[in-house]
T-cell receptor, first 113, second 118 residues
Framework: SQKIEQNSEALNIQEGKTATLTCNYTNYSPAYLQWYRQDPGRGPVFLLLIRENEKEKRKERLKVTFDTTLKQSLFHITASQPADSATYLCALGGDTGRRALTFGSGTRLQVQP | GAGVSQSPSNKVTEKGKDVELRCDPISGHTALYWYRQSLGQGLEFLIYFQGNSAPDKSGLPSDRFSAERTGGSVSTLTIQRTQQEDSAVYLC????????????????FGEGSWLTVV
């Protein structure tokens, strides 16, 4: 069956460290993958998109990798700050026959000052 | 408006009643999506509208759920005979939607309608 797996346990790190979040999927062939941030009581907000032919994408302190062989994306936040504390969702898109994004359940990140 | 607008922001209803949730997408966005998010869970796809094409209803959980989009803009999600398991946040999103979803257009979410069925 098709699955998108994100670590359901919260990730706690110290301010200034690099946070690394994982998104694994099975039985999908996405054309691209997106990462969203969601704060409590708010809708998700788009952060980054990476296409299947891209290995890595960067935006300020964010870096995303996409390995279609491993069926995995890694999301890194460098020099993390308490304001980065939120839930981060990965979403797959462009899979044959699917017309909307499919989301993982998200990983909650807590950055301690 | 500048963003996706949803109403009501909160709704408490009695089991068995019908509810309507409204979504106003970003002006000019041809694609509109409804997702559902239960407490602590990921987003569950419900329905997708793209321009004048037939909507993708493959995510609707039962025939108690329906949605329409009038004039290619505002959308209404209707839940008939609500059940307690319908309690969730209903999120609407829109995107430019040019071409197909394969183009990777960013989708913009509203703040959601929090539905509680008692």
């Amino acid at each position: 069956s098709q699955k998108i797996e994100q670590n359901s346990e919260a990730l706690n790190i110290q301010e200034g460290k690099t946070a690394t979040l994982t998104c694994n999927y099975t039985n999908y062939s996405p054309a691209y993958l997106q990462w969203y941030r969601q704060d409590p009581g708010r809708g998700p907000v788009f952060l980054l998109l990476i296409r299947e032919n891209e290995k890595e994408k960067r935006k300020e302190r964010l870096k995303v990798t996409f390995d279609t062989t491993l069926k995995q994306s890694l999301f890194h936040i460098t020099a993390s700050q308490p304001a980065d504390s939120a839930t981060y969702l990965c979403a797959l898109g462009g899979d044959t026959g699917r017309r909307a994004l499919t989301f993982g359940s998200g990983t909650r990140l807590q950055v301690q000052p | 408006g500048a963003g996706v607008s949803q109403s009501p922001s909160n709704k408490v209803t009695e089991k068995g009643k019908d509810v309507e949730l409204r979504c106003d997408p970003i002006s000019g966005h041809t694609a509109l999506y409804w997702y559902r998010q239960s407490l602590g869970q990921g987003l569950e796809f419900l329905i997708y509208f793209q321009g004048n094409s037939a909507p993708d209803k493959s995510g609707l959980p039962s025939d108690r759920f329906s949605a329409e989009r009038t004039g290619g803009s505002v959308s209404t999600l209707t839940i008939q005979r609500t059940q307690q398991e319908d309690s969730a946040v209903y999120l609407c999103a829109s995107s430019l939607g040019s071409g197909t979803v394969y183009s990777g257009n960013t989708i913009y979410f509203g703040e959601g309608s929090w539905l509680t069925v008692v």
